[in-house]
């Protein structure tokens, strides 16, 4: 075969070649192409074994044309296969669509109780300054709640118009009316430096209306050491009221009295729907009392067998559900132990 | 407790509007509740004089009423009958407004009516609906009726709290305003000149000097009863008393005014004229002016006229001797009772009154014969009594005043700030307390109306509030080692795992009525029907300490369900208490769920899914690991309240926690929860004492696992537990999981039988486990499945 003949095939093979990969629509027929192309028995394949029979001088330049025509054919199929790809892995995702907005399947969530939250974020609170929670009976010693407690056997508290006693324990066992005498066996226990927290529940002789119960819960502290002021009691409920009703809260401390302290008063917040304008949640005195507090009286340091002279403290108790009410604008306790569902659900978010 | 700022003034100045004086008092400890005018509620009622009255022609209850107000005459209709030509009445003119009514010109059964004439109830100076109220002669015709009746006059509701009885009068209030304005204090002076010419006929014997210390009598001759004049009616409403009588409303009043409480006596019907204080007789009985015939206990303090009682003392006066319209001499009483002896008897009695709430917080000794003196001048000037001049003053027993010592230094260090000795001294003589200099301390003298004052604390405390809480600076006490313990963040995570897993957690009243538990039909001997009962319960259905929390939690699913709630989860944390021989019953925490309807209802991605045993026991389950315990030993258990085939035991380890399973159909009907509603009560305790220690980290091995299925066929009765605890000990220590993936029963089994598959991981120490290997354990567990289970290898 002459030169011309030779260039003149391989020519061909190139032209024809690209010619039938560019024909192919699909992976399966641009692998036809290539066979017919590239393999055996292709023009171009028969091409170059017939570069055997050319002198040796020409074979160089001849086989130069012949791998440039190969390499140029196999740029053209890697290209298409490109291509081909492209739309498959396209076709793929249309195939594989989902509808996003669909609903996901979350497992069933809950939540705990608001007023274990509202006790939680009070603990909290209290923990980040030191303390520890401590906890007592329920079914107290008369002694623990009234006579520890600064009230004589006078005392409107110790009748049976305004407290629970036991059957058959000659007033001597009863429902604590508070979680006060928690704080006294805790100081019984151990030496100062006390500071608790003592949640739990208590129990009065009220008459059940949109804000009373017979069974509530309460939130009392105690801190006893040397040197403890009133000062140090005012910042510390500063602190905890604005922690759990806004860091901006005007906050006053009202004198008032409580048998167990001395002197005694109650925490007062700014009205935090109307800021001290007046308004129903307030009952028109721009201020919601919060809590009562005060100076530990120095009869129960006593009574615990601390030296009065050396150490003092404070005390104070909340009703857990007045604070989860005012923080979440419930306007029946009763609504927080009914355990409605549609109630509780309200619950989930929140920081806790 | 009400105070007018009008009155308040006749014993203060006062310079400064309302809202400063609230808050003052606010900051003093004497909460101020409200503040109200209440003629800012009525407008346009002016004083009108009756020209004429005449039947109304439609109707036989009205009548037409010709007015005068100044210069201008109105016709208007009336339905009241009680006055005559010439009274000065109040007229609501046309445009008025009072409380809850616009007044309009309208035709009344074809008359037309230019206004109203108004009662005391529409006014709200009475109770009075019956009658129009009539005004003194001389109110200036056409005048408005606000500053007529002294409704212009501010209203203050105070929050007196129990340490401070002297706060309970005008009198008290107003040494407070003193105090903190730094105005003075006007006494109460009585001064009035006393016939010579009238006696006193009574005597007095007091035979318990510690119940009453002191008894005074003044005795008034010739007093006329009758209404008292508007301006005290006035006034004792505002504050709440219902006017009676003007000698009887003189002791109202001069409670209200100097905080003393007195009782006047019809003279002529006590016996003899003779007044004995002594306590009562066994079996004595007596009637107090409220008609109620009471027993008497042998520590209530009579006073008697030497045979029979006629009054409560300090409480409430006797019925036979009253003073009534036909009382023409009067025994006036002023005394100080022992607080505890009326706070006793207040509370047996179950009667508490003006005078019982004043003398069981402690009243001033001192103010005895001020407050005397004081209602016998109002019963001469308003019921022309004579008074006696002969003022009989039992004082069987001296009341010393208090003395206490104040180390200044000691009022800063308790209350964190600095306040000069000089000023600390200056507070307390402002509030009449007497203090002198002692080589670096205060001595004080307390006054007799201060009961509540008897340490040094109770001195800072008045120095404190005085000086102001709002002057305290901020600061933080130093703190100690905070934190919770191990098995109270336990007790957190535990609510919050089962929150998560989808559970709501309830809170539950611990009083229930034993009848709830008797619903859950528990035999005779079982322990939770044995409860702590209450003496005084508010009802019947709360007396009791529940032993269980599951009759609440029922409740609670029954209140749920009656919101067609399609399912509810709930649990519960807290105490049950049970009776024990102590004092106190044993309080242990628990933790009961009640399970009923849809879990999750259907979804696209699948079917509804009910509560049922197994999703309730996964719950638990993963509780559980969740607080790092191993898993729960579950034992089929019957027995009431459970169905009686699908109820287990709960165990962890060895110790037992409780039950779960779900309910005996009956039980679901007496609690009104639909069927197979599930619940478990479990036992914190032993929980709480196998908490893990912190968790150790296992290194994953790097060899891979092998893993084996294996399909075993035993009696559909063998419990499914029992194969997989086969083949964990056979296959130790190779086997390190064994996990039931499915249960099957049916024709290829054959009836009666069931196959139960499960897949197992294998590993050996430090090097990967061949396939050939977890064969021979295979080989190996076989010959114990068929000898402890009778189970077979399903091929």
């Not at chain 1, 739990?200 to 009220?206: A, F, L, N, Q």
């Not at chain 2, 205060?442 to 040094?456: C, H, I, K, S, Y």
């Not at chain 2, 029907?529 to 009759?551: C, H």
């Amino acid at each position: 075969m002459s030169d011309a003949e030779m260039r003149q095939n391989l020519e061909r093979a190139r032209r024809e070649g690209l010619e039938a990969i560019d024909a192919a629509t699909d992976m399966a027929s641009l692998e036809d192409a290539r066979i017919k192309v590239l393999g055996r028995k292709a023009p171009l394949s028969r091409a170059r074994s017939g570069l055997r029979d050319v002198p040796e001088e020409q074979r160089r330049e001849l086989g130069r044309v012949a791998n440039d025509v190969t390499a140029e054919i196999n740029r053209a199929i890697a290209a298409k296969e490109k291509t081909f790809m492209a739309t498959e892995t396209a076709e793929r995702w249309e195939r594989e669509a989902i509808d996003v907005t669909l609903p996901g399947e979350a497992p069933p969530i809950a939540t705990v109780h608001p007023l274990t939250k509202t006790i939680w974020d009070i603990v909290d609170v209290f923990v980040g300054l030191g303390y520890r929670v401590a906890e007592g009976p329920e079914v107290e010693l008369s002694t623990y709640i009234f006579d520890a407690l600064n009230m004589p056997p006078s005392h409107p508290a110790r009748s049976s118009q305004a407290t629970f006693f036991i059957k058959s324990s000659g007033e001597e066992v009863l429902l604590r009316s508070e979680t006060s005498p928690v704080q006294i066996r805790t100081m019984e226990s151990q030496e100062p430096p006390v500071y608790v927290v003592c949640p739990g529940r208590v129990y009065r002789r009220d008459t059940q209306d949109a804000t009373h119960l017979s069974g509530f819960m309460q939130i009392e502290g105690l801190a006893v050491d040397e040197g403890v002021t009133m000062a140090d009691l005012k910042g510390s409920l500063e602190h905890f009221a604005r922690e759990i009703f806004g860091r901006s809260l005007e906050v006053r401390l009202r004198p008032h009295f409580f048998p167990f302290t001395e002197p005694s008063a109650e925490l007062d917040v700014l009205c935090f729907k109307c800021r001290g304008s007046g308004c129903r949640m307030c009952k028109q005195e721009g201020w919601i009392e919060v809590l009562g507090c005060g100076m530990v009286d120095p009869h129960l340091l006593e009574w615990v067998g601390y030296d009065p002279a050396r150490y003092s403290g404070f005390a104070f108790g909340m009703g857990v559900e007045r604070i989860c009410m005012l923080a979440h604008g419930v306007s029946d306790i009763r609504m927080l132990w009914d355990n409605d569902v549609r109630v509780l659900d309200q619950f989930k978010g929140g920081a806790t | 407790m009400r105070v007018t700022l009008n009155w308040l003034r006749e014993f203060v100045d006062i310079d400064i509007d309302a809202e400063k004086l609230v808050e003052l008092l606010n900051f003093s400890g004497t909460k101020v509740e409200s503040v109200r005018t209440p003629g800012d509620d009525l407008h346009g009622v002016v004083v009108a004089e009756v020209l004429n009255i005449e039947e109304h022609p439609n109707a036989d209850s009205l009548t037409l009423v010709d007015v005068r107000t100044d210069g201008e005459e109105q016709r208007v209709v009336c339905g009241a009958r009680n006055f005559s030509v010439g009274d000065r009445v109040p007229l609501a003119r046309v445009g008025a407004r009072l409380p809850g009514m616009d007044i309009t010109e309208r035709k009344i059964r074809g008359q037309v009516s230019r206004g109203m004439l108004c009662s005391g109830a529409e006014l709200g100076v009475s109770r009075d609906h019956s009658g129009i109220l009539v005004l003194p002669p001389d109110a200036e015709l056409g005048a408005d009726v606000v500053p007529t009746l002294g409704l212009d006059d501010t209203l203050l509701e105070l929050e007196i709290t129990l340490n401070r009885p002297d706060c309970m009068s005008v009198l008290g209030v107003a040494r407070e305003v003193a105090a903190l304005t730094g105005q003075t204090l006007r006494r109460s002076e009585s001064k009035f000149d006393t016939p010579t010419d009238v006696g006193s006929p009574v005597k007095v014997a007091i035979e318990d000097s510690q119940a009453c210390p002191r008894y005074l009598v003044r005795y008034i001759e010739g007093a006329k009863i009758g209404p008292s004049p508007q301006w005290m009616a006035t006034r004792l409403l505002a504050c709440g008393v219902r006017p009676i009588s003007n000698v009887v409303d003189v002791t109202n009043y001069v409670l209200l005014e100097l905080g003393h409480p007195m009782h006047a006596f019809d003279a002529d019907k006590v016996a003899n004229q003779a007044i004995v204080v002594r306590r009562a007789r066994k079996g004595e009985r007596f009637t107090t002016l409220d008609g109620v015939e009471r027993d008497l206990h042998r520590d209530d303090l009579l006073i008697t006229d030497g045979a029979k009682p006629i009054g409560l003392a300090g409480i409430m006066g006797g019925e036979a001797t009253e003073v009534s319209e036909s009382t023409s001499n009067v025994i006036l009483e002023s005394a100080y009772f022992d607080p505890d002896t009326i706070a006793f008897t207040a509370r047996r009695q179950n009667l508490r009154t003006e005078a019982s709430a004043r003398f069981e917080r402690g009243m001033d000794v001192e103010m005895a014969p001020v407050a005397a003196a004081r209602a016998a001048q109002l019963m001469s000037e308003l019921a022309g009594g004579r008074v006696s001049a002969t003022v009989l003053d039992e004082h069987a027993k001296r009341l010393e005043r208090v003395k206490v010592r104040l180390r200044p230094s000691r009022t800063d260090k308790l209350l964190g700030i600095s306040i000069p000795p000089a000023e600390q001294a200056e507070r307390l003589r402002s509030i009449e307390m007497e203090v002198s200099d002692a080589a670096g301390a205060l001595d004080v003298l307390v006054p007799a109306f201060r009961p509540d004052v008897t340490r040094e604390v109770d001195l800072i405390e008045e120095v404190g509030r005085l000086h102001g809480f709002q002057e305290l600076p901020s600061t933080l006490p130093r703190g100690a080692a905070g934190g919770l313990e191990r098995y109270q963040r336990a007790e957190r995570k535990l609510r919050q795992v089962l929150a998560d897993l989808g559970v709501f957690e309830a809170v539950t009243a611990s009083l229930i009525s034993p009848e709830d538990v008797e619903k859950l039909g528990l035999d005779e001997s079982n322990p939770t029907r044995r409860m702590v009962e209450v003496a005084n319960p508010m009802v019947e259905d709360e007396r009791a300490m529940r032993t269980t929390l599951l009759p609440s939690l029922l409740r609670a699913v029954a209140l749920n369900r009656s919101q067609r709630s399609q399912g509810v989860g709930l649990f519960e944390i807290a105490r049950i208490y049970e009776p024990t021989n102590e004092a106190l019953p044993q309080e242990g925490l628990v933790l009961a769920g009640a399970f009923s309807g849809l879990r999750r209802e259907q979804e696209w991605t699948g079917a509804a899914r009910p509560w049922d045993f197994f999703r309730v026991k996964g719950v638990l389950e993963a509780a559980f690991e969740g607080l790092g315990l191993g898993p729960p030993g579950f034992v089929p258990a019957s027995g009431m309240p459970f169905h009686p085939t699908r109820a287990a035991t709960v165990s962890l380890g060895s110790a037992p926690l409780g039950a779960l399973g779900e309910l005996h159909p009956d039980v679901c009907e007496r609690f009104d929860v639909a069927e197979r509603t599930l619940v478990f009560e479990l036992s914190l305790a032993p929980v709480f004492e196998d908490l893990p220690e912190r968790v150790q980290l296992q290194e994953p091995s790097r060899f891979p696992a092998a893993y084996i299925d294996m399909a075993v066929v035993v009696d559909d009765a063998v419990a499914a537990s029992k194969v997989g605890d086969v083949i964990a000990r056979a296959g130790a220590p190779e086997v390190v999981s064994v996990r039931l993936f499915d249960v099957y029963r049916g024709e290829q089994v054959g009836d009666g039988m069931k196959s139960l598959a499960f897949a197992l991981e294998l590993r050996v120490e430090g090097r990967t486990m061949t396939d050939d290997e977890a064969l021979q354990v295979r080989d190996r567990i076989l010959p114990a499945l068929q000898e402890r289970t009778g189970g077979t290898i399903r091929a």
